[in-house]
């Protein structure tokens, strides 16, 4: 059964760096998502991707991220400058057909700011 | 905008009892409606959902919910849980179709044997 896949599963990061999160969504799928889980809190929208722009971000979506879709197959999230509350889970999702409304998760990325 | 209450941060039940999780939502649009379910460690899995149509749907591991627009609920029940349900669930809910999803604060489900 296809999947989101995310990698890596845990990165650690010094404040200040620069840290890559990659997803390769499901093959065939228009709608791409990053969300957050902050440790004991509910999951938050950061962004959606569709048609090669962002289609709409949240308030937590500032300057300091971006996303990309370099190619047919990987989604990246860039955080520029990281900070200590950047720590959190990050989660990649997509979405098929316009009618479906499903998104699909992946098993997303632990990410530590020291 | 939408927004969705889940009632309960914690529900425990002994196995082979009923299961009820709680969900409310507010929504200005038609809502589609989505339960997720993620297990230790895991990401989230899409239990069932809400669109349109029968109000009532089913979904994974036996797992239904029956929309009301009237209380504006969306509760997830399983009529006689199992060991494998203990995990944390997710009420979510979008406005139009493929549109970001606004999750509840979630509900931890403890199992006693």
């Known amino acids: 059964e296809p999947e989101v896949t995310q990698t890596p599963s845990h990165q650690v990061t010094q404040m200040g760096q620069e840290v890559i999160l990659r997803c390769v969504p499901i093959s065939n799928h228009l709608y791409f998502y990053w969300y957050r889980q902050i440790l004991g809190q509910k999951v938050e929208f950061l962004v959606s991707?569709?048609?090669?722009?962002?289609?709409?971000k949240s308030e937590i979506f500032d300057d300091q991220f971006s996303v990309e879709r370099p190619d047919g197959s990987n989604f990246t999230l860039k955080i520029r400058s990281t900070k200590l509350e950047d720590s959190a889970m990050y989660f990649c999702?997509?979405?098929?057909?316009?009618?479906?409304?499903?998104?699909?998760f992946g098993p997303g990325t632990r990410l530590t700011v020291t | 905008a939408q927004s969705v209450t889940q009632l309960g941060s914690h529900v425990s039940v002994s196995e082979g009892a009923l299961v009820l999780l709680r969900c409310n939502y507010s929504?200005?649009?038609?809502?589609?409606l989505f339960w997720y379910v993620q297990y230790p460690n895991q990401g989230l899995q899409l239990l069932l959902k809400y669109t349109t149509g029968a109000t009532l749907v089913k979904g994974i591991n036996g797992f239904e919910a029956e929309f009301k627009k009237s209380e504006t609920s969306f509760h997830l029940t399983k009529p006689s849980a199992h060991m494998s349900d203990a995990a944390e669930y997710f009420c979510a809910v979008s406005g139009f179709g493929n549109e970001k999803l606004t999750f509840g604060t979630g509900t931890r489900l403890t199992i006693i044997p």
């Open positions: 991707f569709y048609n090669n722009e962002i289609s709409e």
């Open positions: 929504s200005s649009v038609p809502p589609y």
């Open positions: 999702a997509s979405g098929g057909q316009a009618s479906s409304y499903e998104q699909y």
